[in-house]
């Protein structure tokens, strides 16, 4: 029998070393997504923390003839957008809020003395991460989904139960924005 | 200025459209200045965006699951521990159950079962004419 399925089994029937076993195979992938949305440390491990409690309590519904990863980063997704929802983030976000790289927004605005030095002293990935964090919370998913974990129109479209028209229209926009603040910061000369 | 969709650029650069567009676009692109600088920009993007670092994952992670199943299995076992609504029902059909059991051994139980079996027998057909017959009236 196929050993992740048979672990899927104990842990349905409560076994605690399966459950350490299976959630410690794809921790770091919870992780990744709860980062990769939030753009900050102690978020990530908090959300991370709820996946893991909604997995215990869920993996009786899982089905087993599926993949077991699509269901997890269900799971993920969901518990990102509802706990971002919970903590009324995005727009209120405030200007002092630390990101794991040690920048925040007030970074973002141009100081007084030199305007340009902090935006020039800044790598391109450096920059596309502080901005992430300034992108509404539907966009940054769905850039996460897009280039962090790889995934096509059709699977974002059918993981976020949205229609594939918002996602495309999603992804498109975020891109622009981001377009929109590189030109803006000379980091897009080509 | 190039009046192009945007989306149309998004969507080649997703290799998103069908081979006519692809085509019609391409040649598009070969006259307009506009429309390769905006895709230029938003390759670049794209790239960087599909090559960002990889997310370091922090040590505490192994620590939080497990913190995370102690808050669980402790759950588990006050529910286990907890007398509910589900453990009243249970005991109520055990009740219930253990009075029918009763009911089986009172005295002249067996006579009164077999009499009542011959009288529903006897009645049955008899009832049977009689809705018969009703039926018939009421047509």
């Known amino acids: 029998m196929d050993i992740q399925l048979n672990l899927i089994r104990q842990c349905k029937k409560n076994d605690r070393n399966a459950f350490s076993l299976l959630l410690g195979q794809y921790e770091s992938d919870v992780y990744r997504i709860c980062y990769g949305y939030t753009r900050h440390h102690e978020d990530a491990l908090d959300i991370a923390q709820e996946v893991f409690v909604k997995v215990f309590r869920a993996i009786e519904t899982f089905d087993e003839s599926r993949p077991f990863y699509p269901w997890l980063k269900k799971i993920a997704v969901n518990t990102c957008l509802n706990y971002q929802r919970a903590k009324q983030m995005g727009p209120m976000i405030s200007l002092d809020y630390n990101y794991e790289n040690g920048l925040a927004l007030i970074d973002e605005l141009p100081s007084a003395d030199n305007p340009e030095e902090l935006v020039l002293s800044r790598s391109m990935e450096e920059t596309i991460a502080a901005c992430m964090i300034s992108l509404p919370e539907s966009y940054r998913m769905a850039l996460m989904l897009r280039y962090q974990e790889d995934m096509t129109y059709d699977e974002m479209a059918s993981l976020m139960d949205q229609p594939l028209g918002t996602v495309k229209s999603n992804v498109y926009r975020a891109r622009n924005m981001l377009k929109g603040i590189l030109k803006k910061n000379g980091l897009l000369e080509v | ?139």
């Open chain 2, 1 to 139: 200025m190039c009046n192009i969709d945007d989306d149309l650029l998004q969507s080649y650069i997703d290799h998103d459209l069908n081979e006519v567009e692809k085509l019609l676009f391409e040649e598009h692109l070969k006259g307009c200045n506009d429309c390769r600088r905006k895709l230029n920009q938003l390759k670049l993007v794209d790239w960087e965006l599909f090559h960002q670092p990889l997310i370091e994952v922090p040590e505490q992670l192994a620590d939080i699951r497990e913190k995370a199943l102690n808050k669980c299995f402790e759950e588990l076992e006050i529910e286990e521990t907890n007398f509910g609504i589900r453990d009243v029902m249970s005991v109520q059909a055990a009740t219930v159950k253990g009075a029918a059991q009763f009911v089986r051994y009172i005295p002249g139980q067996a006579v009164i079962r077999l009499i009542s079996e011959e009288v529903m027998e006897a009645y049955q057909p008899k009832l049977l004419l009689k809705w018969l017959l009703l039926k018939k009236v009421a047509k």
